[in-house]
């Protein structure tokens, strides 16, 4: 028998919870009326019973089984709640064989395969006798099997030699690489430095180029105005075209003072 699991559980979840110690007793009338309903959902006894939500729940509790009352014990002890405990159990037993008999499985099939190799291994040490010309018994052979260990032992000791040498060589380029890297690491965060500090003249030169720009804005503000006329004519200037070389001349006189 195969039983749906899932579907199972998906209904007993979806189930509305069912308390039938709750309900009341056959009546004289042959009607249970639902504590949850108030009686909206009753029906007769010997027909079916309510399921606390309106709905038939298609079972007569009366009347079936071998005993009286046996339908409603068993219906009783098989809510949704059971169910799902019951099909909890049998997933952690269902688990449990799997991992039990897995390892058989793959000691089997590692079996075959020891089995096939050494098959295999038979082969090639009796058409290698026979190629050279002598006769290998079959206790020859299993004497020479029985070495066989022993000598790929040694094979497999000269492989890890080989192995931690080639483990080796990249530690050694890593340690190349780090060294490398944080030398790059270095040369950047100079470069970076420096940019930084050029950005930062930028930014100096950038503003007394500002302030420049700003006085002579004044300056030429000031000797185009009708204010500077007078002091221009006292320096000699008798057109404005004049001023700047008159001014020019002046700077120069004060500045071979100093």
Sequence with gaps: MTIDTKELRKLAEAATPQNFDTAQEKIENGYIECPHCGGSGEVQLEADYCNYDGA????????????FGAAEAFYRAANPATILALLDELADLQDLKAYATLPLRERCA????????????????????TACGAAVSVECSLEFM??????????????KSQVTTLQAEPNSYQSGFDAGRRSSAVYAQSHRNEALAVSAKNVELRAENEALRKDAE?????RDSEYAG????????????DADEKIDASMAKEAGHD
């Design 218 to 222: 004044r300056y030429r503000w000031l």
């Design 56 to 67: 038939a729940l298609g079972v007569q509790f009366y009347g079936i089984g071998g005993e």
């Design 230 to 241: 007078k002091i221009l004519r006292d320096m000699g200037a008798k057109y404005r075209e």
């Design 146 to 159: 029985a070495m066989l260990p022993g000598e790929i032992g040694l094979v497999v000791n000269r492989l």
């Design 110 to 129: 590692e079996k075959k395969q020891l089995k096939a190799e050494n098959e295999k291994l038979r082969k090639i040490i009796s058409d290698s006798a």
